[in-house]
């Protein structure tokens, strides 16, 4: 129902008809998601989060790169001594099994690479998009309950860009049409979920940001 009153209002608005007297006693709020999102403490924990887990997975990758390059190092190695003239036929063949042997080595640990790469995207992928997902439910809930108590029927996100098919050229332009100031929630949303934030008691967050 809210969705079918979003719609028809916007398309009143744009066709510049009038509006009717039921939509025009319908109070509309904005609110900037992605600003909230942005200024959300939780947001920077999670952010963090993330950050910690690629050091993690770009160690492991390391490794592994590590390993690959030692390996073609010793087929190197290998091969120059099965080229050595001076050692009998029989070493030479035996070290020629050892340089074949070791090349399969290394392109094992090419697979390992490319493999743990892979799963590591993938991984990194998932816990972005599920990091997010909690978040913006989070911030909708807050969005909701601000848009109850201020008595709000619509919330449209100001921050939003909608697809425009133009017959000179498709474009992008913000969903929002107009707003006052009084009708925008962005601070108050942002405040109340940042009143969860944790206390740092040793006052790193106020040094940083100048304040004493």
Not at 34 to 55: G, S
Not at 83 to 107: C, G, M, P
Not at 181 to 186: A, F, G, I, Q
């Amino acid at each position: 129902m809210k969705r079918t009153l979003k719609a028809l209002l916007l398309g009143t608005i744009i066709a510049g008809l009038p509006i009717s007297s039921a939509l025009a006693q319908t109070r509309i709020a904005t609110v900037d998601v992605q600003k909230v999102f942005d200024k959300y403490w939780k947001t920077d924990q999670a952010i963090a989060a993330l950050r910690d887990r690629a050091d993690e997975i770009k160690k492991s990758h390391d490794d592994l790169v590590d390993g690959w390059k030692k390996a073609k190092a010793d087929y190197q190695k290998l091969l120059e001594d099965a080229n050595n003239q001076a050692v009998s036929a029989e070493e030479r063949d035996r070290r020629n099994k050892a340089a074949e042997s070791k090349l399969t080595d290394i392109k094992k640990a090419e697979d390992d690479i490319n493999q743990f790469d892979r799963q590591a995207n993938a991984t990194l992928g998932e816990q972005r998009a599920r990091m997010r997902k909690n978040i913006l439910d989070e911030i909708k809930l807050a969005i909701a309950s601000k848009a109850k108590s201020g008595g709000y029927s619509v919330v449209i996100d100001s921050g939003a860009q909608t697809y425009v098919a133009d017959p000179s050229g498709p474009y992008y332009s913000p969903t929002l049409l107009y707003s006052s100031d009084e009708s925008d929630l962005t601070e108050s949303v942002i405040s109340q979920l940042n009143a969860g934030a944790p206390v740092d008691v040793s006052g790193a967050d106020q040094k940083k940001s100048g304040r004493k």
